[in-house]
Structures are given as C-alpha cells and as structure tokens.
C-alpha cells in the first residue's frame, strides 16, 4: 500500500449543488475557503438541499474573475451573481440554528426559482461572527461553521469506498453499484489507508493543517441520488444499514475540524496523529 496521501479536495460553493475540484484550498477555522458560504432558503426561511430538491446535484457554480459566483443548470441561461456587499441580513435557519445571511438578491433569487420551480433565495454568509457553533459535545468551546451541516470538513478514504461497493455488489440491489465518490459530498478524500481504519482516528495531518476527527458522519437519502442525473436509488444506504449501523446512524467518512490555519494540496501526506 503507497503512503497515504490526499488524492483530491472538493469544494461545494453553494450548499448541496455540484462541487468543484480545486487543486488546493485554504484551511479556515470554519471550513475550507468559499466551501458552503451561498445556501438556498424556501419562502419560510429554512434550508433547500437535495433532501427537499435533487435536481439541485444538476446545478453547478463557479468563481469568476473578481469574486463572482457562476451558476449554470439544465434549461437556465449562465447567471453571474456577485458577493452581495455587507447589509441588511435575513434571518434563515439551517437544521435546529437561525444564522443572519445577506441576500443575493431579486435576479439569483429568480434564476434558482425558475430552475426548482418553488419560490426560494440565495443568501451569502459573509461576516465571520455569524458563523454557527459546532455541536458543543463534540468540539471546543468557539468552534464554528458556515453552511456545512454540523462541522467544518468532512474527509473520506478510497479504500473504505472500495470496500463499501464490495458489500453492495453482494447484496440486492448490486446493479446500483460501483457508487462513486461524489455521492458521499466529501471535502478531503484520502488514500493509502486500510478500510474503514477512520473508525479508529482521533487526530490527523492533512500536509501543514491538523485536525481534530470530531465523529463519524451520519449519511442520509442525498446519497442514494445519482449526482449526474438526480435519480435516486436504494444504495448505499441499504448496505449501510446491515454493515455500518452505529446506534440509529448510517455511517460513512469522519467530521474533521481544523485546529491550525494552512493550505491543503493534492498529494500532500496523510498522518494520523491519534
């Protein structure tokens, strides 16, 4: 086995549409720099993620020059949407946390309505005293978190991906299978390692940054949608349930959180410290 290493970075700017694969990224406190800072919000408030919409996995951003957000999505015409200056904020709720936001505005607000056909907005988390706590049982006293579900970073492992689509070839819905990666939304993926040995790690070293390994990420029915065309299945979680149930959670990756500021690279050593 070749020493591990971290075998690609992944990046969501907007919560729960298509990620980007930058070759490296900046280590915030929060997260890595520009990964979940735009959210979808319903009429009411609330978190819009592929939970509610899976067509949101067909909708894709990218940086442009200057700072702008580009979005694109089947059937849409290319919106650019720029960094909303710092203003009046609306308050928008992600799971049990009421977080302030500043408001795109009428035109992206429009762009994604259009696209889900349900009336929504994008806010943009931009000061960093409205980031929200991490749950306080499994982090320090100021850990925070911009869009993320509950923690700053969340890394998977090749090998535990492999063995996972071993045990979904073997069971009753193998046809669903190989699953790939990006059906798991990771932000660091790793290779190198003995399966489902992340079970065990309570410290790492992804290159210059180390991270404390908070808990096991609980997975949820965003994994059964095929992220290239936003069908869903039955898989992973069926397997899931019979082969990595811990108490009432499925699992599979581990919530990282930084606890050092830095920059991450494709290639750059993987050590467990803990």
């Known amino acids: 086995m070749s020493k591990p290493a971290l075998q690609s970075i992944r990046l969501y700017p907007v919560k729960s549409i298509a990620g980007i694969c930058p070759g490296e990224a900046v280590v915030e406190p929060w997260g890595l720099a520009g990964d979940r800072r735009w959210l979808l919000v319903d009429a009411a408030g609330r978190q819009l993620t592929q939970r509610q919409q899976p067509a949101l996995s067909l909708a894709r951003a990218e940086w442009l020059p200057g700072g702008a957000l580009g979005l694109t999505a089947p059937g849409r015409k290319p919106l650019a949407v720029a960094v909303p200056a710092p203003g009046e904020t609306v308050p928008v709720e992600v799971w049990a946390d009421e977080v302030e936001a500043v408001p795109a505005g009428p035109e992206a607000d429009e762009w994604f ?162």
């Open 113 to 274: 309505s259009g696209y889900l056909g349900v009336a929504c907005r994008l806010v943009h988390l931009d000061a960093p005293e409205r980031r929200r706590p991490v749950d306080p049982a499994y982090s320090a006293p100021g850990d925070t978190v911009s869009f993320a579900d509950g923690f700053p970073l969340l890394l998977t492992t090749v090998s535990s991906l492999d063995a996972l689509n071993s045990l979904i070839a073997q069971g009753d819905h193998a046809d669903e299978g190989p699953l790939p990666m990006n059906r798991f939304r990771p932000n660091a993926v790793v290779d190198g390692t003995a399966p489902w040995a992340e079970d065990d790690w309570r410290r790492v070293r992804i290159g210059e940054v180390v991270f404390d390994v908070a808990k096991p990420s609980a997975r949820c029915v965003v994994t059964t949608t095929d992220q290239l065309t936003a069908e869903r299945g039955k898989e992973p979680l069926r397997t899931l349930a019979r082969h990595r149930r811990f108490g009432d959670r499925l699992v599979f990756g581990q919530n990282l959180i930084p606890r050092g500021a830095g920059t991450i690279r494709i290639g750059d050593p993987f050590e467990i410290l803990a």
